[in-house]
């Protein structure tokens, strides 16, 4: 640095004492006053209004509202969560020590913080609280009534009742002194206000409490029929009142209005049900549906009126249940309660995971004022506006008379503390200002007449016939796509290769990029013709077929015709199944087992009966026919048991709504391999040799070998070697639809040296996430016992080399990870992922899955600070090892 800059340098600073104690300046607390009105405006017709409104009156300005902090746990010093019992332990509290608390009366949030006029006797204070409970459920199944008399209702009635003890500690928190009150009436703010209003707030709360309202933050709901809006779902749209103390130029005020919440349609359970899914028969019900939504609801059990919280519904049928004896019988036979269809439906389960208690379904009514927290739909959200308008005098009669029913002057606390609320709207002045008049088409001007704008005759929207009207082109359709749309698109997006090159030559024609100045000028120009390089072509692999022999490929296909297979299966124990598709399943059947006899599979013939849907169902839910079809099949082979393999006749070639529950109820629920076919008018042996490759693959036979399969000379990494050939695919969902996850499918070769056999793994994972973020994740499985589902079950160190094929889109990223793999792109291992994936999300969407119920289902994989996905359901054990995605 030279001394001509060091001289346009600023000095140093200077040198601070190693003793030196900074002093802090005091921060300035400001006060924030509301802006100052310029004065009252005076235009306008004068007019009396009233307000809702309701005067507040004081009289002890000079006491104090004491604050104490609440503290609830159990006799043994743990916490009490449960915040629902938190009030009936206060109460008992002031009942059982009404002497030690200086007779004073108190108001209590919920929670934990609890108020009082003038101190308690001492600034802590602990309490033990005894609250007796109705018989525990080991004691007493829910139903017992006093007209009741055999002997297992005398033994119970002699049953001691189980008590439950609180420990309650009060402890001094806060003073706010009541002259807040007073200066807020005389039109006055000062800085105790807000916490002396809250309290009155925390009294018209607890009062609206103890009449048995729903509370809803400062809003409180009645249990009155005649507040109840329906509109549609089991969802009821409940009317209240939402209460708050005010501060105005008039002084202090109660403001009091209507509101709104949402809550379960109250009364039988099975009512709620057929309401909330929209059928009218309970056969149509969908209980797994049905168990989602009811879960946590509460019930009340008849005839004894005991409350309890739904924690499931039971496995089987009522008729079915066994504890004991069938549920049914229990309360049939022993109990002697009549049932008139609960026979035919599962109980609500009452009980704890461990030890269930379950009830028929008839039997339990919900109870009133449940909070219904899930999204309305569009046509709930119109029905709830439509119905919850009133005219203002309707407004003032329900405001009126609810703060009759309310009575607030009678409570205690308020008395105590000298307030008191006005019983009548109070009434202000208003000023009805003139209509502006409005300027419209040629200089016009016009006046509103009764608060509206009439403009016929008058210049404004200018209309057009829709047959002269035509949408400009090129306006992107951003809504999600039907199956069919779908479908269409795909079908009519292909292009042979030579329609492709031209329709890419007429694009670079029409974009005449070296005509583009900005490019000119950049000195880039683009060739006019396609890049040729050099490739290869390989020769086709000869396959290896029944009897030893080999054939070649011609045209890129390969011919089964008159062919026999490596290792056929012996098709056993199967029964066909016709989803109304118009077809000689007779005819099918026998060419069947023709052509398999020529393929060299047994294929035994079916069960005798061709099980028909029943066309009384054929309109109904896709489920709903599903699970009336397979009650059939149980039905019919309830001594046989379940067939090994379904054939399933579906009337839709594409986009059946029966596929994907289909698939559901014999992947997942019965281990059941099937083959869904929509056979064409004229069935042809190609046809059925190709149903029949799927079904020898599915059912664990090998339709045929590469010829070079088992040769060491021609294959010698793979075949001397032990080699693992993994195949990964990764599907997404739409781009509009943002609650779909990405389903993540690997496949695994099988029975090394052979590379011709899979086993598939499928996963749900994070929306959009394109790579797998975790092929070894431990699941539970129906013992709780952490089990690796997936592929990589065995001995990882046996294996010294990985050939992973993976699609084009995730080659990129495992280039970037590093990982020693050799690529190859779209061969045998990605279409067995491609479909395993595609299979699995047909289930997916075939349930509206709930995050919380994970009771027979492993998770989803989710990346971190993400919200959490719907998981996949896990494979029945009789076919997650099968190519059931063939």
């Known amino acids: 640095m030279d001394s001509h800059e060091a001289k346009r340098l600023p000095p140093p600073p200077p040198v601070v004492p190693p003793n030196l104690v900074p002093e802090r300046e005091p921060i300035k607390k400001t006060t924030l006053l509301p802006m100052a009105r310029r004065g009252i405006g005076s235009e306008g017709v004068r007019t009396p209004l009233l307000t809702n409104h309701f005067r507040v009156n004081f009289n002890n300005a000079n006491g104090h509202f004491y604050r104490y902090s609440v503290t609830i746990t159990y006799e043994d010093g743990s916490p009490m969560e449960a915040k629902g019992g938190f009030r009936k332990i206060l109460e008992k509290v002031q009942e059982t020590y009404r002497t030690d608390l200086g007779s004073k009366y108190f108001a209590y949030d919920g929670q934990k913080n609890l108020f009082t006029i003038g101190a308690l006797p001492s600034n802590k204070m602990d309490f033990l609280v005894v609250l007796e409970n109705t018989p525990s459920s080991r004691n007493n199944t829910g139903n017992a009534s006093s007209n009741e008399t055999n002997d297992a209702d005398r033994k119970r009635s002699r049953l001691p009742h189980r008590s439950k003890k609180f420990m309650v500690e009060i402890s001094y928190a806060a003073r706010i002194p009541m002259q807040a009150i007073a200066s807020a009436i005389r039109g006055k703010e000062t800085d105790n206000l807000q916490d002396a209003t809250r309290v009155l707030d925390v009294i018209l709360r607890q009062n609206a409490a103890r009449q048995g309202c729903l509370l809803v933050r400062q809003s409180f709901f009645h249990s009155d029929a005649r507040n109840y809006i329906n509109i549609g779902g089991g969802v009821f749209g409940a009317r209240g009142f939402h209460t708050s103390f005010k501060t105005t130029q008039r002084g202090l005020s109660l403001n009091i209005d209507t509101s709104t919440t949402m809550v379960v349609q109250p009364g039988p359970v099975i009512d709620f049900l057929l309401a909330n899914q929209n059928v009218n028969d309970p056969k149509y019900l969908d209980w797994n549906k049905a168990r989602r939504a009811l879960k946590n609801l509460r019930v009340k059990v008849v005839p004894s009126n005991r409350e309890c919280k739904i924690t499931g519904l039971s496995e089987e049928r009522c008729k079915d249940q066994m504890c004991v004896i069938t549920v049914y019988k229990y309360f049939?036979?022993?109990?002697?309660?009549?049932?008139?269809?609960?026979?035919?439906?599962?109980?609500?389960?009452?009980?704890?995971?461990?030890?269930?208690?379950?009830?028929?379904?008839?039997?339990?009514?919900?109870?009133?004022?449940?909070?219904?927290?899930?999204?309305?739909?569009?046509?709930?959200?119109?029905?709830?506006?439509?119905?919850?308008?009133?005219?203002?005098?309707?407004?003032?009669?329900?405001?009126?008379?609810?703060?009759?029913?309310?009575?607030?002057?009678?409570?205690?606390?308020?008395?105590?503390?000298?307030v008191s609320i006005g019983s009548s709207f109070i009434q202000v002045e208003g000023r009805v200002?003139?209509?502006?008049?409005?300027?419209?088409?040629?200089?016009?001007?016009?006046?509103?007449?009764?608060?509206?704008?009439n403009?016929?005759?008058?210049?404004?929207?200018?209309?057009?016939?829709?047959?002269?009207?035509?949408?400009?082109?090129?306006?992107?359709?951003?809504?999600?796509?039907?199956?069919?749309?779908k479908a269409s698109l795909v079908e009519n997006s292909r292009q042979s290769p030579p329609e492709r090159m031209a329709s890419l030559t007429n694009s670079m024609k029409k974009s005449n990029y070296?005509?583009?100045?900005?490019?000119?000028?950049?000195?880039?120009?683009?060739?006019?013709?396609?890049?040729?390089?050099?490739?290869?072509?390989?020769?086709?692999?000869?396959?290896?077929?029944?009897?030893?022999?080999?054939?070649?490929?011609?045209?890129?296909?390969?011919?089964?015709?008159?062919?026999?297979?490596?290792?056929?299966?012996?098709?056993?124990?199967?029964?066909?199944?016709?989803?109304?598709?118009?077809?000689?399943?007779?005819?099918?059947?026998?060419?069947?087992?023709?052509?398999?006899?020529?393929?060299?599979?047994?294929?035994?013939?079916?069960?005798?009966?061709?099980?028909?849907?029943?066309?009384?169902?054929?309109?109904?839910?896709?489920?709903?026919?599903?699970?009336?079809?397979?009650?059939?099949?149980?039905?019919?082979?309830r001594k046989e048991g379940k067939p090994k393999?379904?054939?399933?006749?579906?009337?839709?070639?594409?986009?059946?709504?029966v596929y994907g529950p289909?698939?559901?109820?014999?992947?997942?629920?019965?281990?059941?391999?099937?083959?869904?076919?929509?056979?064409?008018?004229?069935?042809?042996?190609q046809y059925i040799t190709n149903v029949l490759l799927k079904i020898n693959a599915k059912l664990g036979g090998l339709n045929s070998l590469l010829a070079m399969e088992r040769s060491r000379a021609m294959?010698?990494?793979?075949?001397?070697?032990?080699?693992?050939?993994?195949?990964?695919d990764v599907s997404r969902g739409s781009p509009n639809q943002s609650d779909i996850p990405s389903i993540a499918a690997v496949v695994g070769s099988r029975e090394w040296p052979l590379i011709s056999k899979y086993r598939a793994c499928v996963r749900t994972q994070s929306r959009k996430t394109e790579m797998i973020d975790n092929l070894f994740k431990l699941v539970p499985n129906e013992k709780g016992k952490l089990v690796d589902e997936g592929i990589f079950w065995f001995d990882y160190s046996f294996y010294q080399r990985s050939t992973t094929a993976i699609s084009v889109g995730k080659f990129s990223h495992l280039f970037n990870f590093r990982y020693c793999f050799f690529v190859v792109v779209a061969v045998a291992p990605i279409c067995y992922a491609h479909l395993a994936a595609a299979q699995m999300g047909t289930v997916m969407k075939s349930e509206d899955m709930s995050l919380s119920e994970r009771s027979s289902i492993h998770d989803g994989i989710t990346r971190s600070g993400e919200a959490p996905v719907p998981p996949m359901p896990m494979l029945n054990s009789y076919v997650a090892s099968s190519m059931f995605f063939c």
């Open 332 to 418: 049939t036979e022993i109990r002697g309660l009549k049932l008139r269809y609960s026979g035919d439906f599962p109980c609500i389960n009452v009980g704890k995971p461990n030890r269930p208690n379950y009830i028929p379904i008839e039997h339990c009514e919900l109870v009133s004022l449940q909070r219904y927290t899930k999204s309305l739909s569009s046509f709930q959200k119109a029905s709830l506006v439509e119905n919850s308008r009133q005219s203002p005098p309707e407004r003032m009669a329900s405001l009126t008379n609810s703060m009759k029913k309310s009575n607030y002057n009678a409570d205690l606390v308020l008395q105590e503390s000298g």
């Open 433 to 453: 200002l003139p209509a502006p008049r409005l300027r419209i088409g040629n200089g016009e001007e016009f006046q509103p007449r009764n608060g509206r704008w």
């Open 455 to 485: 403009f016929n005759k008058k210049i404004g929207p200018n209309y057009i016939p829709i047959e002269h009207c035509e949408l400009v082109s090129l306006q992107r359709y951003t809504k999600s796509l039907s199956s069919f749309q």
């Open 514 to 637: 070296n005509a583009d100045l900005v490019l000119q000028e950049s000195g880039v120009s683009i060739g006019s013709s396609f890049i040729q390089v050099e490739g290869r072509v390989l020769p086709a692999p000869r396959l290896r077929i029944g009897n030893g022999e080999e054939f070649q490929p011609r045209n890129g296909r390969w011919n089964f015709n008159k062919k026999k297979l490596v290792e056929p299966v012996t098709v056993t124990r199967w029964v066909v199944v016709n989803f109304s598709a118009g077809c000689d399943t007779d005819r099918l059947i026998s060419d069947l087992i023709r052509c398999g006899k020529m393929k060299g599979m047994n294929v035994e013939p079916p069960y005798k009966v061709v099980f028909q849907e029943d066309p009384n169902y054929r309109g109904a839910p896709a489920h709903i026919r599903v699970e009336k079809m397979f009650e059939q099949i149980q039905s019919e082979l």
């Open 645 to 657: 393999f379904i054939l399933c006749v579906l009337a839709e070639k594409k986009n059946s709504l």
């Open 662 to 685: 289909w698939k559901k109820k014999n992947l997942i629920e019965h281990g059941i391999v099937s083959q869904c076919i929509a056979p064409p008018k004229n069935v042809r042996d």
């Open 715 to 728: 294959m010698p990494l793979v075949t001397q070697v032990p080699t693992f050939i993994v195949g990964i």
